[in-house]
């Protein structure tokens, strides 16, 4: 059984830009401990396909932590136009 994720919090983001992958590292804490998520996509993937890495915490068929990270994440965001 899963515990519960409690008290997310996003520690720190930051765009990466390599040979290979475009996209962001979410890095977050939580009453279950810590990880990070990787939000990315191949340079050369002419289909553009997003993916993300999230250790475990999400997969295909049940997003809910992903959701709830980029939840958070919008809250983060100031709109300013």
């Known amino acids: ?17 390599n040979e290979l992958y475009n996209g962001i590292r979410i890095e977050w804490s939580a009453n279950i401990g810590w990880g990070q998520c990787d939000i990315f996509r191949a340079k050369e993937d002419a289909a ?18 992903l959701k709830m990270l980029l939840d958070k994440l919008a809250d983060m965001v100031e709109v300013t136009e």
């Open 48 to 65: 553009d396909k997003w993916q993300a890495h999230t250790e475990f915490m999400s997969t295909n068929e049940d997003k809910t932590f």
């Open 1 to 17: 059984m899963k515990k519960q994720v409690e008290d997310l919090t996003i520690d720190r983001v930051h765009a990466f830009d």
